[in-house]
């Protein structure tokens, strides 16, 4: 080379090299893609770069992480693999694999070189000595699930470690909160069978706060003479993987080596057998449970709320407990022997809704259990969650409209005032202030609903009982309501020797307006508004018949909850509101010993109001509502820890 010339950059190599060159950082992310790499599988760097490699095949991903595992000490490795390209092609190729070392030797990153394999025989092979392998694993998993109790899954799964992977010894150790602990050995002292330790200081917490799933420890790394393992003579390296049950860590699979060396498929090997592993262990305490609950299994089910359900391998009924008749109208000796009156969920564990012939909505989940082929059918009625869902929706969509109209109303003259105040004349500006003034109370009402609506529903409503003129208040709230519209009359019939009420007569003017309001926004065709008043059994009774729209049959109690109004969609729609007004009233009445209900008429509807009074200078008393206190009480949980032996203070 000249010396006036400039020697080779790296990104001059990287550029001009014919192998595919990829970098990938210690997050798995691609840093490094040469144009080779681009030839051979398709992807731009730009579309790579930052991501993880899109190169590996589904099920090969074990391979490539034990591959990495391998060589993060730093000793090079070189395998016959297969790759994926961008077009789905799968291409065979060998893989050579590196690590790059920071400054204390800690992996910071891994270079792969990639080929082309041409080598037809040697591609044969490799694919050989897989499926090999995978049926072995086959086999193992097999023999794992054979036995459902979970003392005995566990025992299984520590013999398979030595087995399938060739270590010298293998162990089972369980997460149990902060601490692990030993409980399942295989070439290993019995004393140390139930050893525990802090997870903060183990292996096995090392390997969770890498967020990996496979860990490989040996003695060029780090001290292995101080963790309990260390009772097998010769130990060099420890290669353990995490098995999850239901998507949690549970345990993790340790692989021992003393005198047999470990390489990148020992390390596949184990991820693949603690995956499946931690399906074993799931079908196992599944079942252990579901043997539990059938010591008590008549008396849980039909205590339970759910309806339950067994079915045979053929899907019909072989038990269905008492809620489970309660909910669907059909009585167990008309369905047992038959399929269940509603569809099942087509996969494990997935959820699914359906709606009865009587409007009611269901949710539907079954488990299956493995050794009797029966299935389990747990549903629940959730037709008010679907309601107040819909309901839900419905608000946030009225409330929108109801706030915008005054919102815009205000927007639009405050800014004509703003652009056009000196053209307009005096009773335009008067106007437009009057419009804003009006369309702000409006507003300032929507909100005060939605403020009291939420006192209500944390209990924080507070209300007087005085004495108060019942009717004073009802001719002064008829008198506010006859001018508001031209189509309804509003009439009051009471008796003249109404007595005096006791109770808050803010909170009864409230219950009034919206009372009244009510039946003239409901009436859209206008009608007679009737308000009545006499005493019945000590209590003031108020009645306010409209000839409106009525009551959709069975909302009589429905449209005192929240966010809910009776009647067609489209007729809410069309009339507006937030669905809290008869809410609020109850509350209120309630907290003053009175009430509120509402009766369907043949047109129309009759809502009725109730409150105490003033008898020989003494209130009519209410009798106080009985709660009773409902306790939830779940099984004690059983500890699965026990304590490490005496003396004991190495590290797992």
Request: glycine share 10%; net charge negative; charged share 25%.
């Amino acid at each position: 080379m000249s010396s006036d010339r400039a020697p080779l950059s790296a990104e001059t190599v990287l550029a001009a090299s014919a192998d595919a060159v990829v970098g990938i950082d210690g997050e798995h992310r691609v840093t490094v893609w040469n144009p080779a790499a681009e030839r051979m599988f398709g992807w731009a760097a730009r579309e790579v770069v930052g991501r993880e490699p899109p190169f590996v095949p589904a099920e090969l991903g074990s391979e490539f992480g034990a591959v990495l595992e391998q060589v993060r000490s730093g000793t090079p490795l070189s395998i016959v693999t297969r790759r994926v390209r961008r077009d789905g092609t799968v291409i065979d190729v060998r893989a050579s694999a590196g690590c790059v070392l920071g400054p204390d030797g800690g992996a910071d990153g891994w270079v792969l070189t990639f080929q082309p394999c041409e080598n037809e025989a040697q591609v044969q092979a490799a694919a050989m000595e897989r499926a090999r392998l995978v049926r072995r694993l086959t086999d193992v998993v097999v023999d794992i699930n054979a036995d459902l109790s979970l003392k005995s899954v566990l025992d299984r799964i520590s013999r398979s470690i030595t087995e399938l992977t060739g270590a010298d010894a293998g162990g089972f150790v369980l997460l149990n909160e902060d601490r692990v602990e030993l409980v399942s050995l295989t070439d290993l002292s019995d004393r140390l069978q139930g050893f525990s330790a802090p997870l903060e200081t183990s292996l096995f917490g090392e390997l969770l706060r890498s967020g990996k799933s496979v860990l490989l420890a040996n003695e060029d790394t780090r001290g292995l003479q101080d963790l309990v393992w260390a009772d097998l003579p010769g130990l060099h390296t420890i290669a353990l993987c995490v098995s999850n049950v239901h998507g949690r860590p549970y345990g993790a699979l340790y692989a021992l080596y003393s005198e047999r060396k470990v390489g990148h498929v020992e390390l596949e090997l184990l991820e693949l057998l603690a995956a499946h592993a931690g399906v074993a262990i799931g079908n196992a305490m599944a079942y252990e449970e579901l043997n539990l609950q059938r010591v008590h299994e008549q008396v849980v089910a039909d205590s339970s709320a759910d309806g339950i359900a067994v079915l045979d391998f053929g899907g019909r009924v072989r038990k269905w407990n008492r809620s489970a008749v309660e909910l669907t109208g059909y009585p167990a000796e008309r369905v047992e022997g038959r399929h269940p009156p509603f569809p099942l969920p087509a996969a494990h564990g997935e959820p699914i809704k359906h709606k009865l012939k009587d409007g009611r909505w269901l949710e539907i989940l079954m488990a299956r259990i493995p050794r009797t082929h029966e299935w389990v059918v747990d549903f629940r009625d959730i037709t008010a969650q679907r309601a107040m869902e819909e309901e839900q929706e419905f608000f946030l969509a009225t409330t929108g409209h109801e706030l915008r109209t005054p919102i815009t109303v205000i927007h639009g003259f405050a800014t004509t005032l703003v652009r056009k105040w000196s053209r307009l004349s005096p009773r335009s500006q008067r106007e437009a202030v009057g419009t804003i003034a009006d369309r702000s109370a409006t507003l300032a009402t929507l909100v005060e609903r939605l403020r009291l609506g939420s006192d209500v529903s944390r209990g924080e409503l507070n209300v007087d009982r005085v004495p108060f003129d019942l009717g004073e208040l009802l001719r002064r709230s008829v008198r506010a309501f006859r001018p508001l519209s031209e189509q309804h009359d509003v009439v009051l019939a009471a008796d003249d020797d109404l007595p005096t009420a006791v109770g808050d007569p803010l909170a009864t003017g409230m219950i009034m307006d919206q009372l009244l309001d009510n039946a003239i926004k409901f009436s859209p065709e206008g009608g007679t508004i009737h308000v009545s008043a006499r005493v019945e059994g000590g209590e003031a009774v108020v009645v306010v018949d409209d000839e409106g729209l009525g009551l959709v049959p069975g909302d009589e109690e429905r449209v005192f909850g929240r966010f809910v109004r009776s009647g067609a969609r489209s007729d809410r729609r069309r009339i507006g509101g937030l669905g809290l007004g008869l809410y609020i009233v109850r509350q209120l009445a309630r907290a003053q010993g009175g009430d509120v209900t509402a009766q369907r008429r043949e047109r129309g509807t009759r809502m009725r109001f109730t409150v105490a009074v003033h008898e020989s200078g003494r209130p009519h008393q209410h009798p106080e509502p009985q709660e009773t206190a409902k306790i939830s009480q779940s099984p004690e949980r059983l500890p699965r820890q026990r304590s490490a032996p005496r003396g004991a203070s190495r590290r797992l």
